[in-house]
């Protein structure tokens, strides 16, 4: 019995050192590896190696080397987060779900309409209920794509694919509403959503350019509650079991129809918090393409992360940094911003593919000893 406990123990000390290293080293190591090529890549274009210097110097300036480096990095980030969260448990449940584009567009402009149609209603209610309507609209977007798959088998790729184009087609429809438009603009634009439903910057006081709002608090909340519900509830279980083996967990009595679709609503949701912190703490209002592409970039912080909760905070400050510092570092470097594209485009890349990390940097890894003490 002791035999078994200590084999039992040193088992798990040898997958939580792996999954470490999956967590932590592959990705750091993949980051350098990138950054090496991105300056490859420089001095492939005819851009002599002081510019490169100067690039990434300014690169690093504007992301964190002052206090509205640091402002625009978290912003950044949090809708990232919040979006890679939801992709994230939707991985562990062994759905590939690349529609939080739409269901980021769908709770954003859902946001907007709560915020906008009950004005009179203080802080304190419509702020929660606008945030609210952004995760449920999301959630139920999703759930399409769940309830498709568990009901006729349709692939959720393709079909959260197709729900994205729909969303734009959706958003650009309800833009055009009387009911929604702002006054007196011929342009798809939403009225602005009052100053109780905005999300309240926090540093304001210190300079009113300083755009960190209280959305990161809610990000932080996020993470520890994605990280309870995979790691600490029985439906986090019944989520990653069914991502690992679905045929095991249908033996094991895990309904696998009601998984799918709960996954799906999950991540949904917090992807629909994602547009909502985005339209209620940085626009104010709903535009065409106001989505900017944050749910694809949500799929590179997932898998940069590696689908645990921590690794995305990390993996979207990362992202949030990457796309503060390349502004700083096309003005001060003369560096096209398509850089930045090239350096997180290869670090997915090194990402997918940890076998070649390893072997390029094999003394980074502690590698098991067969039969040892």
């Given at each position: ?86 992709l994230a448990l939707g991985f562990r449940a062994g759905l ?18 709560t915020g906008f149609s009950f004005a009179g209603l203080p ?80 540093l304001s006081f210190l300079d009113p350019n300083l755009r ?162």
């Amino acid at each position: 019995m002791t035999d078994l406990s200590m084999n039992d123990l040193m088992k798990a000390k040898v997958i939580g050192r792996t999954e470490i290293e999956d967590l932590v080293v592959v990705p750091l190591f993949a980051i350098i590896v990138a950054l090496l090529l991105g300056a490859v890549a420089m001095l492939a274009t005819n851009v002599d190696l002081g510019t490169i210097g100067l690039s990434y110097l300014a690169l690093l300036k504007g992301s964190v080397g002052s206090l509205n480096a640091i402002s625009e990095t978290l912003t950044a980030a949090a809708p990232l987060v919040l979006a890679g969260l939801g992709l994230a448990l939707g991985f562990r449940a062994g759905l590939f779900n690349i529609g939080a584009e739409g269901q980021i567009v769908t709770g954003g402009i859902a946001a907007v309409i709560t915020g906008f149609s009950f004005a009179g209603l203080p802080t304190l209610i419509l702020l929660p209920m606008s945030l609210l309507a952004g995760a449920l609209a999301g959630a139920l977007y999703a759930s399409i794509a769940g309830f498709l798959k568990a009901t006729t088998g349709a692939h959720e790729v393709i079909s959260t694919i197709m729900l994205n184009l729909i969303s734009y087609r959706l958003l650009d429809y309800l833009l055009r509403m009387p009911a929604i438009q702002k006054e007196g603009r011929a342009d798809p634009i939403s009225k602005s959503v009052p100053e109780a439903a905005e999300l309240p910057r926090l540093l304001s006081f210190l300079d009113p350019n300083l755009r960190v709002h209280a959305g990161i608090f809610l990000v932080l909340i996020a993470v520890a509650i994605v990280y309870w519900l995979l790691f600490r509830s029985k439906l986090g279980f019944e989520f990653r079991a069914s991502g690992e083996n679905a045929e095991a967990a249908r033996f094991a009595g895990i309904h696998s129809s009601v998984i799918i679709v709960a996954a799906m609503a999950t991540a949904g949701a917090l992807a629909g918090l994602a547009g909502a912190n985005q339209v209620l703490g940085v626009l104010g209002r709903a535009t065409p393409g106001f989505s900017a592409g944050l749910g694809f970039d949500a799929i590179a912080v997932a898998l940069l992360g590696r689908s645990h909760p921590v690794g995305v905070l990390f993996a979207g400050l990362l992202f949030g940094a990457l796309e503060a510092g390349g502004r700083q570092m096309q003005v001060d470097a003369g560096v096209s911003i398509d850089l930045i594209g090239i350096i997180q485009a290869l670090i997915i890349v090194f990402i997918a593919a940890p076998l070649l990390v390893r072997a390029i940097f094999p003394w980074g890894f502690r590698r098991d000893r067969e039969g040892g003490s």
